[in-house]
Nanobody, 127 residues
């Protein structure tokens, strides 16, 4: 049974930084595509960032490009999201997700494509 758990959320002022962590246990982490999503109250879940199993390819939503960085440590079964220059509109519950890709070249943006999910960690950015 695959388990996903996020940590590192909190309250930060606009312009500040946070680093989210995600640990995956019970599965073939080294083979998974991993992603970060977020969901604000009253809004749909949206893609934030993704990373291939090897870590050599990362991709981002336009709204966070240049401010957020996704990375992974396969030896520790960990995924990270470094968030800089935070804005009030970044306030949301951030969720870590993983899936076993059918094709190694595919980029996964849709939440429907991810199988394993954590419960999320709250990020609140004050103005």
């Amino acid at each position: 049974q695959v388990q996903v758990a996020e940590s590192g959320g909190g309250l930060v002022q606009a312009g500040g930084s946070l680093r989210l962590s995600c640990v995956v246990s019970g599965g073939a982490f080294n083979s998974y595509v991993m992603g970060w999503f977020r969901q604000a109250p009253g809004k749909e879940r949206e893609f934030v960032a993704g990373i291939r199993w090897s870590g050599d390819t990362t991709y981002y939503a336009d709204s966070v490009k240049g401010r957020f960085t996704i990375s992974r440590d396969n030896a520790k079964n960990m995924v990270y999201l470094q968030m800089n220059s935070l804005k009030p509109e970044d306030t949301a519950v951030y969720l870590c997700a993983g899936t076993l890709p059918l094709y190694s070249s595919t980029l996964y943006y849709s939440s429907d494509e991810y199988v394993y999910w954590g419960h999320g960690t709250q990020v609140t950015v004050s103005s």
